[in-house]
């Protein structure tokens, strides 16, 4: 039975044997993948770190890093890029071992070459890469979500993964590293993604509120319910309602909420009777849910109804290399927004966003370019307008020499003022001889007669 061609999927080939490496190239490029090879584990480690395949297979015995150490290495960085293990000494041991610890495949050699493509072609839509997952996947599914980190790219497939069951998940991730982005993710690549998104942020609603808000109220239920309300579950029935910040709800609201994750019904504010829902529950938080737990604020078993499956978003500091391409896509999108030119970063101007800490993560980093696209007078975005607004930002502190020569600056220019540009006053003031002083003025490049007529 010959298999299908595939869309082009990345395949890294690791073998120390070159002719065997370049048999299975061969095979592999014939049923249409594109295949980069490694000769040993190492070779095989540093091609990962420069870009993330849709699948490895490795050798087992090899020197240095042998097969199940490069597994166990991969696995570590990228838990769910599959890996196919080849073997001249396979034994049932070694497969359940392998198997036992993640390893995708065990086949051993000489292998049949249809049984090799079809463990391939299993492996590639694990990784969500075939064709039926392409129209998807390489379309609108992840739409919004800017990345080339092979960090971003391993979460992403998790939750490609993730989307095709009804698992609750909990996203963790400081804030504006855009988890939001993620639940909706999640919901497009779901068998719910002609069913509503319903997005709710637990701390930014009044307390007294947020009940009804989830769950809805009867007509009369408290003073000003003039009509009934469905609330927030039911308007996303038979989709996904995302929770956002859920380790701020209340104690009493999180009671309440077990009870419709468990009972898979809610009942509104004042109501008799309860109302089936069906909804997918995605939840995110910044804080240490953990110690919320121990310190008694967050109900273990909604913890563990919510944390089914759990997603880690990168801080933008640990994906550096995603910043040029989100300042591109963020200052298109910008221009198109304010009917401006589309304006480009000066490369001094990018090297200053790739290296700056973004304590706000990707939400900091469009408040910036949004603020330099409306300051700018020209085509390319400067250096200083950059740097200025990092400095504004009270997360970012600038270097200790910088900050000093800022400061001193600031304080010649302040006396100068006050003296209307007497040297010998503003010396005495700062409690320096006048050929130091002047030293430091030449050091700024101020001349006194700048501030004859100045005025504070």
């Given at each position: 039975?010959?298999?299908?061609?595939?869309?082009?999927?990345?395949?890294?080939?690791?073998?120390?044997?070159?002719?065997?490496?370049?048999?299975?190239?061969?095979?592999?490029?014939?049923?249409?993948?594109?295949?980069?090879?490694?000769?040993?584990?190492?070779?095989?480690?540093?091609?990962?770190?420069?870009?993330?395949?849709?699948?490895?297979?490795?050798?087992?015995?090899?020197?240095?890093?042998?097969?199940?150490?490069?597994?166990?290495?991969?696995?570590?960085?990228?838990?769910?890029?599959?890996?196919?293990?080849l073997t001249a000494h396979g034994t049932i041991p070694d497969a359940v071992s392998a198997t036992q610890r993640g390893v995708f495949g065990f086949l051993t050699k000489p292998f049949d070459s249809q049984e090799l493509l079809q463990k391939v072609a299993a492996a590639v839509r694990l990784?969500?890469?075939?064709?039926?997952?392409?129209?998807?996947?390489?379309?609108?599914?992840?739409?919004?979500?800017?990345?080339?980190?092979?960090?971003?790219?391993?979460?992403?497939?998790?939750?490609?993964?993730?989307?095709?069951?009804?698992?609750?998940?909990?996203?963790?991730?400081?804030?504006?590293?855009?988890?939001?982005?993620?639940?909706?993710?999640?919901?497009?690549?779901?068998?719910?993604?002609?069913?509503?998104?319903?997005?709710?942020?637990?701390?930014?609603?009044?307390?007294?509120?947020?009940?009804?808000?989830?769950?809805?109220?009867?007509?009369?239920?408290?003073?000003?319910?003039?009509?009934?309300?469905?609330?927030?579950?039911?308007?996303?029935?038979g989709g996904t309602i995302f929770l956002d910040e859920i380790g701020d709800m209340p104690l009493a609201l999180q009671v309440k909420l077990l009870r419709v994750l468990q009972e898979d019904e809610v009942r509104p504010v004042g109501a008799t009777q309860s109302v089936p829902v069906d909804?997918?529950?995605?939840?995110?938080?910044?804080?240490?849910?953990?110690?919320?737990?121990?310190?008694?604020?967050?109900?273990?078993?909604?913890?563990?109804?919510?944390?089914?499956?759990?997603?880690?978003?990168?801080?933008?500091?640990?994906?550096?290399?995603?910043?040029?391409?989100?300042?591109?896509?963020?200052?298109?999108?910008?221009?198109?927004?304010?009917?401006?030119?589309?304006?480009?970063?000066?490369?001094?101007?990018?090297?200053?966003?790739?290296?700056?800490?973004?304590?706000?993560?990707?939400?900091?980093?469009?408040?910036?370019?949004?603020?330099?696209?409306?300051?700018?007078?020209?085509?390319?975005i400067p250096a200083t307008l950059v740097q200025g607004a990092l400095r504004e930002d009270a997360g970012v502190l600038a270097p200790f020499e910088e900050a000093r020569k800022q400061f001193e600056r600031d304080y010649l220019v302040r006396l100068l003022k006050i003296t209307g540009g007497?040297?010998?006053?503003?010396?005495?003031?700062?409690?320096?001889?006048?050929?130091?002083?002047?030293?430091?003025?030449?050091?700024?490049?101020?001349?006194?007669?700048?501030?004859?007529?100045?005025?504070?």
């Amino acid at each position: 039975m010959s298999l299908p061609m595939t869309h082009s999927a990345d395949i890294l080939l690791v073998d120390d044997d070159p002719d065997l490496l370049k048999l299975i190239s061969l095979r592999l490029t014939s049923a249409g993948y594109r295949v980069r090879t490694a000769d040993s584990g190492e070779t095989a480690l540093a091609s990962l770190a420069v870009a993330r395949p849709a699948a490895v297979i490795t050798d087992m015995r090899m020197p240095g890093i042998d097969g199940l150490q490069l597994f166990d290495a991969i696995h570590r960085q990228h838990p769910a890029l599959p890996v196919i293990i080849l073997t001249a000494h396979g034994t049932i041991p070694d497969a359940v071992s392998a198997t036992q610890r993640g390893v995708f495949g065990f086949l051993t050699k000489p292998f049949d070459s249809q049984e090799l493509l079809q463990k391939v072609a299993a492996a590639v839509r694990l990784a969500g890469d075939v064709p039926e997952a392409k129209q998807q996947s390489s379309g609108e599914w992840r739409a919004g979500i800017i990345t080339r980190s092979p960090r971003m790219e391993d979460l992403l497939r998790q939750a490609r993964l993730v989307a095709d069951s009804d698992a609750s998940v909990l996203i963790f991730g400081e804030s504006g590293t855009g988890k939001e982005l993620l639940a909706q993710a999640i919901h497009r690549a779901s068998r719910r993604a002609t069913r509503p998104f319903i997005a709710v942020n637990c701390g930014a609603i009044p307390e007294p509120l947020l009940e009804s808000e989830l769950f809805g109220h009867a007509r009369g239920a408290f003073s000003g319910a003039v009509q009934a309300h469905k609330g927030l579950f039911l308007a996303a029935d038979g989709g996904t309602i995302f929770l956002d910040e859920i380790g701020d709800m209340p104690l009493a609201l999180q009671v309440k909420l077990l009870r419709v994750l468990q009972e898979d019904e809610v009942r509104p504010v004042g109501a008799t009777q309860s109302v089936p829902v069906d909804v997918r529950v995605i939840s995110a938080t910044h804080r240490d849910l953990d110690a919320q737990r121990t310190a008694g604020q967050f109900r273990e078993d909604l913890y563990y109804r919510l944390n089914v499956v759990s997603l880690k978003l990168p801080s933008l500091s640990e994906r550096r290399e995603d910043i040029p391409l989100l300042a591109t896509h963020f200052l298109r999108k910008l221009a198109e927004r304010y009917k401006k030119p589309v304006p480009s970063l000066a490369p001094d101007a990018m090297a200053l966003l790739i290296a700056a800490p973004w304590p706000g993560n990707v939400r900091q980093l469009l408040n910036l370019l949004e603020q330099a696209l409306a300051l700018t007078t020209t085509s390319v975005i400067p250096a200083t307008l950059v740097q200025g607004a990092l400095r504004e930002d009270a997360g970012v502190l600038a270097p200790f020499e910088e900050a000093r020569k800022q400061f001193e600056r600031d304080y010649l220019v302040r006396l100068l003022k006050i003296t209307g540009g007497n040297v010998t006053q503003a010396a005495t003031l700062a409690k320096r001889n006048r050929t130091e002083f002047y030293k430091l003025l030449q050091r700024h490049r101020l001349e006194p007669a700048m501030f004859k007529d100045a005025k504070l």
